[in-house]
């Protein structure tokens, strides 16, 4: 896990369900074979309401038709962000659209452990609602061991609410790396 992260930021509601994460109908792709995972980069949400937060004049696609990744650094969230079904391939879609940190009021009890456990994007909970203070492609950086958000666009700051245990296992790539590393279950190159 990186300890500075700056990019754009993408706002999005409340409730944003896996489904609109990554809609049923693209989870026809391979994950391991790279030219179909993009596929999923592609497609990372595209199935969010087509008003997008703090975009008056209309929609703004994550990811730009035609295109794998997005401009988009950051996902700004409401309360319950990844509700819905427990697929593993929504915070994948994230990862692999280029997005690397998702801050939102509060999340689905599934799609948090999803995120940790795969090492995906860096789920990190406002202690304010600032999906109403933040808007589409606002220049964030974020400080992930202060757990603070600046928006270079407004000046504004940001307390985030700590990660936690869960820094370690971020920060080792995934749970198995973690476990790994602490010793917790063997080596990958080890005998038996």
Same mark, same amino acid.
């Given at each position: ?84 079904? $427990? ?7 994230? +990862?692999?659209? #280029?997005?690397? &940190? !998702?801050?939102? /009021? $509060? ?7 999803? +995120?940790?456990? #795969?090492?995906? &994007? !860096?789920?990190? /909970? ?67």
């Amino acid at each position: 896990m990186e300890s500075n992260i700056r990019g754009l930021a993408y706002v999005v509601g409340d409730a944003i369900d896996t489904d609109q994460i990554i809609p049923a109908e693209h989870l026809v792709y391979s994950l391991t074979k790279p030219e179909e995972r993009r596929m999923y980069g592609r497609f990372a949400m595209s199935g969010v309401p087509v008003q997008v937060q703090g975009l008056p004049e209309g929609h703004i696609p994550f990811t730009e038709p035609d295109k794998y990744e997005s401009k988009f650094t950051f996902v700004i969230g409401g309360i319950n962000f990844g509700c819905g079904s $427990s697929r593993e391939h929504a915070p994948f879609a994230l +990862t692999e659209a #280029g997005a690397k &940190v !998702v801050i939102a /009021e $509060s999340y689905a009890r599934i799609f948090y452990r999803n +995120t940790i456990d #795969g090492g995906f &994007v !860096v789920p990190f /909970e406002a202690i304010e609602k600032i999906n109403d203070q933040v808007c589409t492609g606002d220049d964030l950086e974020l400080d992930t061991r202060l757990g603070q958000l600046t928006n270079h666009t407004t000046g504004k700051e940001y307390l985030l609410k700590p990660l936690g245990d869960v820094a370690e296992i971020l920060s080792a790539g995934n749970v198995f790396e973690y476990a790994r590393k602490n010793g917790l279950i063997a080596l990958s190159d080890e005998k038996h």
